[in-house]
């Protein structure tokens, strides 16, 4: 009977020790995304652990960013160049002293406590708007119910303020979900923080903030994200960042990928972990490049690495109205990544004669301009409310197989894109790009 019970005890324990080590793997995630900004792309890998977060955001334009570390149980982040052996530890900030939530009753006024008399500080207000909208639609992303989110943000310093010296308009349009055990507040003030001239901010130059809140929904862990900003100084003029998942998948992962690496050395300046480089100068050359050069994925040889696949890319038909070749290439940078890669050409003989696997063609079957942006353009100071209008888009994809003719993905896009028509046109091929190449997966 001792025998029995002694066996049924170990049988238990075993039980239990596979439950709790598959339930703390579940809890472990690694996931591959794709960022996208100004035509340039890089591959930000994420590693979740309970409390923890580790994101390595791969290059852009060529230059390696810095890993960062969350650490939700400490409230803090840590900023790590592996190159250099050194970190940055940012306590997570604080909510500035005024939120104010529209849909909320507001708490009596406190009488402000009595303290010393400090030194005068010189600084303005800045003062925010934000507006989360759920929209209620829900759909399943790789086994979570993602939950489909808008937010908007306005920005308007005062004439004195430091941090900032232009209005910003940021709008951003994604699907959210849940981690079960990570959960970092999120302060909308700190999560899209100026990131203004370092110069010009004083040691003793501080702002007021004060964010005007409304709007019940809330965001997460993004799974695809669409960031539009606005900002003043350009005139009107948007630039617009996109995030979209490529893999998610569990692992079982070492803690130590979520602390500070043994050796390393701290700085109190974040300046000490970027390289020393000329973004503007990168930028020029970037963009003269993509003039410059036909295909500015520089693929050359009719060889390509074994394992890779290739894509032939046309220039897309159906609206004259658009400049088909710069559009062209500016497809090909949301068909790169470390299984693919893409070259703009001419017709099917080139992509022959350059061993694509496939061919992309494109069609723009509707470009209507819609309602302009300007009443939103209005609120920013200088801001030229013709600058910019909206446009519904619709466009037809084929991913088309050289070898048999076959089609492997035959994706379409439909929406509203705000810009000018080839910004708009522009947006609208790069989303299609993105779905084609979750087919390819």
């Known amino acids: 009977m001792i025998q029995k019970t002694t066996f049924r005890l170990s049988v238990f324990v075993l039980f239990m020790s596979l439950f709790f080590s598959e339930t703390s793997l579940a809890q472990q995630y690694k996931i591959r995304q794709s960022s996208g900004m100004m035509g340039m792309n890089s591959e930000p890998t994420i590693y979740v652990k309970g409390m923890r977060k580790r994101t390595e955001p791969g290059k852009m334009m060529g230059m390696q960013q810095p890993t960062t570390i969350e650490q939700c149980d400490l409230q803090r982040t840590i900023k790590i160049n592996d ?8 306590p997570f900030a604080k909510q500035q002293e005024e939120i104010i939530d529209e849909d909320a009753p507001k708490p009596a006024k406190q009488p402000a406590p009595k303290t010393k008399t400090a030194p005068t500080q010189t600084g303005g207000v800045i003062e925010m708007w934000y507006t989360i909208t759920d929209t209620g639609e829900r759909k399943k992303m790789y086994g979570f119910t993602a939950r489909h989110v808008w937010t908007y943000q306005k920005m308007k310093p005062s004439a004195n303020a430091c941090y900032m010296k232009d209005s910003m308009i940021i709008k951003t349009d994604g699907w ?26 004083k040691p003793d130059c501080k702002d007021r903030m004060i964010t005007h809140r409304k709007g019940k929904g809330k965001l997460g862990f993004p799974l695809e994200e669409k960031t539009t900003i606005i900002m003043g100084s350009m005139g009107g003029q948007e630039m617009t960042t996109t995030v979209n998942t490529i893999e998610f998948s569990t692992a079982k992962l070492d803690s130590m990928l979520f602390e500070i690496p043994p050796g390393y050395t701290e700085t109190k300046n974040e300046d000490d972990l970027m390289d020393k480089i000329n973004v503007m100068d990168m930028m020029n050359d970037a963009m003269k490049g993509m003039n410059d050069n036909p295909n500015p994925v520089s693929i050359t040889s009719e060889q390509k690495k074994e394992g890779i696949i290739r894509i032939g890319v046309f220039a897309p038909a159906g609206n004259e109205e658009i400049q088909a070749s710069v559009l062209q290439k500016q497809m090909l940078s949301s068909l ?29 079957t509707k470009a209507k301009a819609a309602s302009k942006v300007g009443g939103l353009l209005k609120v920013i100071k200088n801001a030229d409310p013709s600058a910019s209008q909206s446009y519904n888009i619709d466009a037809n994809f084929t991913l088309r197989a050289l070898g048999d003719g076959s089609i492997k993905s035959q994706p379409t896009v439909s929406g509203k894109y705000n810009g ?21 997966k």
């Open 336 to 364: 790169m990544s470390s299984k693919t890669e893409a070259i703009a050409v001419v017709d099917e003989a080139e992509a022959r004669k350059y061993n694509c696997d496939y061919t992309l063609s494109s069609e723009i």
């Open 420 to 440: 000018k028509i080839d910004t708009a046109t522009g947006e609208a091929l790069q989303e299609g790009c993105r779905k084609v190449m979750k087919d390819l």
């Open 176 to 201: 959210y979900i849940d981690l079960p055990q990570f959960n970092c507040p999120v302060h909308y003030s700190q999560y899209n923080k100026p990131q203004g001239d370092r110069e010009m901010i």
């Open 83 to 90: 190159k250099k052996k050194l970190y940055l530890i940012e």
